[in-house]
């Protein structure tokens, strides 16, 4: 099939000025850089009119793909099952799950009807709504940003993104557990009507952390900006201004915001951010996790909330007060504390610290595996540690005694990744297990169960109706980079596609933050592969988690080319070994996975890659430090103000380094209005400056402008599905993919 006709050079067309930047470089001593699209920063007539013009002329390409409809009808269909998630016992002696029956907007809170755990082999849902957030909009736009149950089991504390799903912002709110937002078959709910009075505003990045007595709780908040609106209408997600003064704040239920009290601030320290925690059993600490960015670094104070009243001059324990390491408090017996950290120990490893002692002794309890990365511990039940090991980028769950002894492996033939859900104050915990082909198994362990056969048990399967998951398998393959190291890949195929070297393939990848990219279930990707005979790959690139933070380090500031290398030697392993054809592997990516593929486009030999697709990506490397959460992201990319790392940070962006001696191949950027996180003025500014170098480019250059959303968070079910049309229509069109049918 061939490829959707293309004329070039019909672009919408940008103004340029004639700005110029100033950058200090240590080689060359002042830089002049052009930024003629400075414009597309700020929110304006002509701004608007442009992401209009661009969106209309993208939909006018898309819109002649004759399966994209075909397409999008597929992926929903297969989108349309039944998902949950892992119950959890609260406060009020009830189990909640979020619960979703196939296209709902957002996923909806239900709630036994008394302590029993629900029986789901029964017919039913096993229980009543409690909190639904589909009635808080017309369209599925605002969703849950965080939420906590008091103690007491009285109250549910929620954040709501109201200005679109997907902006950082939120307000919080409170309503009693006796009053539900749920409404009979047709009928309409005020959100407003039930809850308790307060508003609380400017709020991102936050946990609402209660205190035992159940009277208030902790969050984190920014100053006050009159841009943001009043809370109804909460205009958040749409300004670039930097974040910073973030203040942790203690707000009593039943008073109004302004009467809240100061906990944390530091002036000196703009740029630091705050997490509140209240130790679990006892009430007695509150822990507080200070990060100045997104490196694996963090400050750890506690307060003995027995001995100081909450407010601005509470006392702090200041355990950890230098940037050297990630510390993470587990839980604690009394002055004992459990701590997961990074300490000299890339893989991670357990230690405990006694607040009791003087010398604050820190000793190792689970030793770091140099073979394994130590992913997620939880302290479940009251003896016990819930372990999950990364190893090879699969997930191996543990139980582990309060002394570090290892009890028992559980599902030692799982093959995927697992989260853990569970406390210490209940003797059940879950796990959630799930892969390219499961789109989900929750287990539970019963530690009170004294038959040691009977303590794992499935509690709940996830049964997909439009695919079969059995027609498709995953494999882990092997491939050195540029530099030699080794790299292990997933790859995702179905069971009639052939390995000759003709299969198109979507090649994804991040790299970054020390985030790990896991085995994951996706009926939009499926759909794709079957519909069109293609394979999936997932390289598990270096600036990751997988391996640590060793392989994390090995991918960041001037060692971030190491992850494009890594990305583009996926690419030639899987047409070297005949895994996919050349010129027909489509990569993607978002948000610094957004970044990898702009930047791949400019490095990789001409022909490399049949698509890409970047959505939300950091483009502009240059000024992504300028706006909102972007200082925080210097310990990954290095500052561009910095004269040392301008120059390994001006070299690799994408804006400032598109190639004009090779043909590109269909690239589509994606973005949103409401992206307060990687702001849209990336993707706008890098958009411009394609279409302007190479209006000639014998494939389209297009920018995809997504309204009323944001970075991906809360995103509605509807936007999801219409989102994967878009960008594997594209793909196909773009590269002539057959139609092979579902």
């Known amino acids: 099939m061939s490829p959707t006709p293309w004329i070039p050079n019909q672009y919408p067309t940008a103004r ?39 969106d209309k002329f993208t939909r006018a390409y898309l819109n002649k793909n004759q399966y994209r409809t075909k ?9 349309d099952y039944e998902k949950f998630t892992a119950p959890a016992f609260k406060y009020d002696r009830r189990w909640y799950w979020f619960y979703n029956s196939g296209l709902q907007a957002q996923s909806v809170l239900y709630r036994s009807r008394d302590e029993a755990l629900p029986d789901f082999s029964k017919e039913g849902l096993g229980g009543e709504i409690f909190f639904d957030p589909n009635l808080l909009s017309n369209d599925g736009t605002a969703a849950i940003a965080t939420s906590s149950f008091s103690r007491s089991g009285e109250y549910y504390g929620y954040g709501i993104s109201l200005s679109a799903s997907g902006s950082d912002f939120c307000t919080i709110y409170v309503r009693r557990t006796s009053d539900p937002l749920a409404s009979a078959e047709g009928e309409s709910m005020d959100h407003h009507a039930e809850r308790l009075s307060e508003e609380i505003r400017f709020v991102k990045f936050s946990t609402i952390t209660w205190t035992h007595d159940s009277k208030g709780f902790f969050y984190q908040r920014f100053p006050d900006r009159g841009s943001d609106g009043l809370a109804p209408e909460d205009k958040a997600g749409i300004e670039t201004v930097d974040d910073k003064n973030a203040m942790i704040y203690y707000h009593a239920v039943g008073t109004p915001q302004s009467e809240d009290i ?172 799930t892969g390219f082909t499961n789109p989900g198994i929750i287990g539970r362990y019963n530690l009170s169960e004294s038959d040691d056969g009977k303590k794992w048990s499935v509690y709940r399967t996830t049964h997909v109706k439009g695919l079969n998951a059995d027609e498709f398998t995953a494999e882990q393959v092997w491939y050195e980079s540029k530099d030699g190291t080794r790299i292990p890949m997933f790859v995702v195929r179905h069971e009639r596609t052939k390995r000759d070297g003709t299969a198109p393939a979507i090649q994804y990848g991040y790299g970054g933050f020390s985030i790990s990219i896991n085995p994951t279930f996706s009926p939009a990707i499926l759909t ?41 030697a996926a690419t030639d392993h899987l047409i070297k070994t005949k895994i996919a054809a050349p010129r027909k592997i489509a990569i993607n ?44 992201w210097v310990s990954d990319y290095g500052d561009p103000h910095d004269p040392h ?98």
């Open 16 to 54: 340029r000025s004639d700005r110029v930047d100033v950058y200090k470089s240590e080689k060359c001593g002042q830089v002049r850089v052009p930024d003629p699209y400075q414009w597309l920063e700020e929110q304006s007539e002509e701004t608007d009119k442009w992401t209009t013009d661009q």
């Open 645 to 742: 790392d301008f120059d390994f940070i001006y070299p690799i962006s994408p804006l400032h380094n598109v190639s004009t001696d090779k043909v590109l191949p269909p690239l589509l950027l994606m973005t949103a209005d409401h992206d307060d996180r990687v702001v849209p003025l990336h993707s706008f500014k890098h958009a411009a400056t394609l279409q302007y170098t190479l209006p000639h480019n014998p494939h389209p250059l297009l920018i995809r402008i997504d309204k009323k959303a944001g970075h991906g968070a809360g995103k509605a079910t509807e936007k999801r599905i219409q989102d994967a049309a878009d960008k594997w229509g594209f793909v196909a069109q773009s590269m002539g993919l057959k139609w092979q049918g579902s």
């Open 262 to 433: 100061l906990v944390v601030k530091d002036a000196e320290h703009p740029e630091w951010m705050w997490g509140a925690e209240v130790s679990e059993l006892d009430g007695r600490y509150l822990y507080l996790s200070v990060v100045r960015d997104t490196a694996r670094k963090n400050l750890l104070w506690i307060c003995d909330l027995q001995e100081n009243t909450i407010g601005p001059n509470m006392k702090w324990e200041k355990l950890i007060d230098e940037f050297d390491a990630e510390y993470r408090v587990i839980a604690n017996d009394g002055t004992n504390l459990y701590i997961l950290t990074n300490e000299n120990a890339p893989r991670y490893k357990v230690i405990t610290v006694d607040l009791a002692d003087p010398k604050r002794e820190r000793k190792d309890l689970i030793p770091e595996q140099k073979d394994a990365f130590l992913d997620d511990v939880t302290a479940v039940g009251k003896d016990y540690f819930a372990v999950v090991y990364k190893r090879n980028v699969i997930d191996e769950i543990y139980v582990y005694s309060l002394d570090g002894k290892r009890l028992t492996r559980l599902v030692p033939d799982f093959v995927g990744a697992a989260e853990i859900s569970g406390r210490r104050s209940h003797n059940d915990f879950f796990v959630t297990l």
């Open 71 to 79: 397409l999008e009808t597929e992926i929903r269909a297969n989108t």
């Open 589 to 632: 990516g978002g948000s610094n996975g957004g970044l990898l593929v702009a930047a791949c486009v400019n490095i990789a030999p001409e022909g490399t890659f049949g698509a890409a697709v970047a959505e939300v990506g950091v483009l502009d490397m240059l000024k992504f430090a300028d706006f909102t959460i972007g200082k925080a």
């Open 528 to 568: 794709f592969l079957k519909s069109y005979g293609a394979v999936f790959a997932l390289p598990n690139i270096r600036g990751g988690g997988e391996f640590g933070e060793e392989w994390h380090e090995a991918g960041i500031r001037e060692r971030k080319i190491n992850v494009f290398n890594d990305f583009i």
